[in-house]
């Protein structure tokens, strides 16, 4: 059974810094290509970073030059680090394979950035 435990989440102000991890357990790290997902109030969630096993990294625009993904292969574990935070990255960020693994998703962590 694959779980995913995301973590370090929190309230940090316009321009600050936060480090997301996401330790997944079971085959889908190993095989996958892993991303960072995030769902704002109102909004559906959607994929704003993946990086494959290999490291090639893709971002989305919105957060481009912002936000690092990377991964340690060896402790199944996926990282975000978010500089330059703006309000609108406000939103429960989750961590899944890419394409997701529907019943994978964990409970996220929440990132609010305040103003």
């Known amino acids: 059974q694959v779980q995913l435990v995301e973590s370090g989440g929190g309230l940090v102000q316009h321009g600050g810094s936060l480090r997301l991890s996401c330790v997944a357990s079971?085959?889908?790290?190993?095989?996958?290509?892993m991303g960072w997902y995030r769902q704002a109030p109102g909004k559906q969630r959607r994929l704003i970073a993946d990086?494959?096993?290999?490291?090639?990294?893709y971002y989305i625009d919105a957060v481009k030059g912002r936000f690092t993904i990377s991964r340690d292969n060896a402790k199944n574990t996926v990282y975000l680090q978010m500089n330059s935070l703006k309000p609108e990255d406000t939103a429960i960020y989750y961590c899944?394979?890419?394409?997701?693994?529907?019943?994978?998703w964990g409970q996220g962590t929440q990132v609010t950035v305040s103003s």
């Open positions: 990086i494959t096993r290999g490291g090639e990294t």
């Open positions: 079971g085959i889908i790290f190993s095989v996958n290509a």
């Open positions: 899944n394979s890419v394409p997701p693994n529907p019943p994978s």
